[in-house]
């Protein structure tokens, strides 16, 4: 379904998205900090389901628009290109910083709370769809078979991924909190590593033709 040299791209690509830290990142962060590793980790789900969904929407409304309107492709392409632009310049000037909330502090709930939290935060949050409606259309492709198909593995490798990663960070946060926190060098490299991507994309983006 995918061929290596897409699929290689995307694994990159994903990895330096996984490690740069976003706002679901924070809220994981914050919820494991006030309830929990288990609260942590159900946010974390919650927020990769989400992710899955917004990946399968994108892939599949994208496709939809650029084969009924053929001219749709190269708007959506500028449309990708400015936004990847945007991303690249606002991951660049980010303060390496979690800023976690810590008015979630002594929170309860129960596990499927904080799955549901996670998910909706992630499915409501308007920058999502933008950024997969950014990505996406660089990586599926409909002549190599099923969009929906190619859309679900490639939202469920980033969000295994991103449970993979995130997980770790979640089990070690209670204990090393100061570290995470404090440790700018990781975090400013993690930033300036996602710009040079996300540059990266929008150049590759703007030498991409309509197959």
Known sequence: MFDLQTYSLFLATAAVLV???????????????????????MTLVGTQVGNVVHAVLAG??????????????????????????????????????LELDHSMAGGRGHAGRYFMQGLFNNLANPKMIAFFLALFPQ???????????????????????AVLWIGLIVFAVGRFRT??????????????????????????L????RC
């Open 179 to 204: 570290v995470v926190q404090s440790n700018t060098t990781f975090l400013t490299l993690a930033n300036k590593l996602a710009a040079l991507t996300f540059f990266g994309l929008a150049l590759r």
């Open 60 to 97: 599949v409304g994208v496709s939809t628009v650029v084969l009924l309107f053929p001219v749709a492709f190269t708007a959506l392409k500028w449309v990708g290109i400015l936004y990847l632009l945007y991303l690249a310049v606002m991951a660049w000037k980010a303060t390496p910083t």
């Open 139 to 161: 990586f599926v492709h409909p002549e190599a078979g099923s969009v929906a198909l190619q859309s679900l593995g490639l939202g469920v490798t980033l969000g295994v991924m």
């Open 206 to 209: 703007v030498f991409e033709e």
């Open 19 to 41: 490690v740069t830290p976003g706002p679901d990142t924070v809220l994981i962060l914050s919820r494991t900090i006030a309830s929990g590793t288990v609260a942590g980790l």
